[in-house]
Every structure is written in structure tokens, then in C-alpha cells.
């Protein structure tokens, strides 16, 4: 397995703060990368336990919305992969030629244990990500996008590196989409022929059991074909 791992000095978390700090900072969210990638370089540890008392719901929604559209053979980049949750939900869905990328280092170790990925890359998604044109079949960038300062430029960043013809399915928080003008975003880049708009879901569970979250802030789930 490839493995370009980018090390980070991380502080942390005593148990108890780190329950009472995940909801608010998860609610306000940062598109400050250093910040992200401390955040879930001292939370990866406990990371999985929580999203499951959580019921977290977002990856299996995704990856089976995806597999309407991509066939289980095809190469998939998990962008925003963590400690792998996204890519379990994949491999469960069917799908066997899973990259992942991310900007937390200890989530990437945590994944690179599931033996599930071809390959794992710490990146910052606010930068040009590093793969050639056409490389992917599809992306999967599920759970991520509260984070990013530019959807636009990343949208695009993620058409150049999937082929024409691929899809690429994405989420953002209910609450986020079109304060974040997402609609719009979409719409342009169909305009530019930059992509189709395949589907726009209605909002779904997000974090069900967190009580910042609950019934208030769901996920809306996009798929769009890369043209």
C-alpha cells in the first residue's frame, strides 16, 4: 500500500473535553486547514466510537446512492477519507478500488488498518489536489465540504482529476447549502459544462443522536456526472 503520510504535531484531548468541545466546534465548523487537521489528528482515536453513538448515517446513504450510477469495478477516490468510515461504507457497497486522501495524519493511520485502500495520501483539500487528469472513475467526497473556504475551485479540482463521463458524489449540511449558496455553485459549473447535475437529494439524517444536531442540521446528498 502506498502511504504519504504528512506529520503534525497534535495536542491532546483529555477525555472529558473532548466530548464537551465536539459538538460546538462540529456545529461551527473552520475552513482554517490547520485547525481541521489538529482537530481531527487529536480526535481519529476516539473518532469512530462517537459517530456510532451518534448514528451515523451519511457513508452508507452515499455510497449506496452512488453505486445507482458507478459501476463496483470502477476506481474511487474517497476524498475527505478519515479514519475510514466512507471507505468502509464503499467496500460494503461493493466497491474494491478505494484511494483515500486526507488532511489528519493519525485518521490516515487509523484507515490504513482496515486494509481496504490501494493507497492513502495526507493532503489539504484547500490546496490543487496531486493526481493527473482523468485518474478516477469517480469521487466520493462525503462529510467534508463544512470545511472548505471554495467548493467552487474544489468542484472543479475534482472534475479535472475524474474522467469525463465519471461522477462524483458529495454532501453538505442542510443548514450549509444554501447558506453556502450550493445551488447556485452547481448551477454555474453545469453552465460551464463543467459537469451535469445528476441528482440533489432531499435532506436526510445526518448525526440523529448528537444533540446539536439531532432533527435540526441533516445532509443533502449531490451527485453529478463529470462531463
Known amino acids: 500500500m502506498t502511504q504519504k503520510f504528512r506529520h503534525r504535531k497534535t495536542e491532546d484531548m483529555a477525555t472529558g473535553t473532548t466530548k464537551e468541545k465536539q459538538p460546538s466546534w462540529l456545529t461551527e465548523g473552520s475552513t482554517d486547514s490547520n485547525e481541521v487537521a489538529d482537530f481531527y489528528d487529536s480526535w481519529a482515536e476516539t473518532y469512530d466510537e462517537h459517530l456510532k453513538e ?3 448515517r451519511a457513508p452508507t446513504y452515499a455510497a449506496e446512492l452512488l ?10 477516490l474517497d476524498a475527505g477519507c478519515g479514519t475510514g468510515l466512507t471507505g468502509k461504507a464503499l467496500n460494503l457497497a461493493g466497491f474494491k478500488d478505494i484511494s483515500g486522501i486526507d488532511i ?3 485518521s490516515l493511520n487509523k484507515a490504513d488498518q482496515l486494509n481496504i485502500y490501494s493507497s492513502l495520501l495526507a493532503h489539504d483539500l484547500q490546496q490543487p489536489l496531486p493526481f493527473p487528469e482523468n485518474n478516477y472513475d ?3 467526497c462525503i462529510g467534508v465540504l463544512t470545511y472548505i473556504k471554495n467548493c467552487q475551485s474544489l468542484f472543479k479540482e475534482f472534475c479535472r482529476i475524474v474522467r469525463p463521463g465519471g461522477h462524483i458524489a458529495f454532501s453538505q449540511r442542510s443548514d450549509l447549502f444554501d447558506a453556502r449558496c450550493f445551488p447556485d455553485i452547481i448551477a454555474a459549473l ?9 441528482k440533489i437529494s432531499s435532506p436526510q439524517a445526518y448525526l440523529p443522536q448528537n444533540k446539536d444536531f439531532s432533527d435540526k442540521v441533516q445532509a443533502i446528498f449531490c451527485i453529478c456526472k463529470v462531463i
Open 190 to 198: 453545469e453552465d460551464e459544462g463543467v459537469w451535469e447535475n445528476i
Open 67 to 76: 453505486l445507482q450510477y458507478v459501476s463496483p469495478g470502477q476506481a474511487i
Open 138 to 140: 469517480a469521487l466520493f
Open 54 to 56: 451518534w448514528d451515523y
Open 104 to 106: 489528519s495524519t493519525t
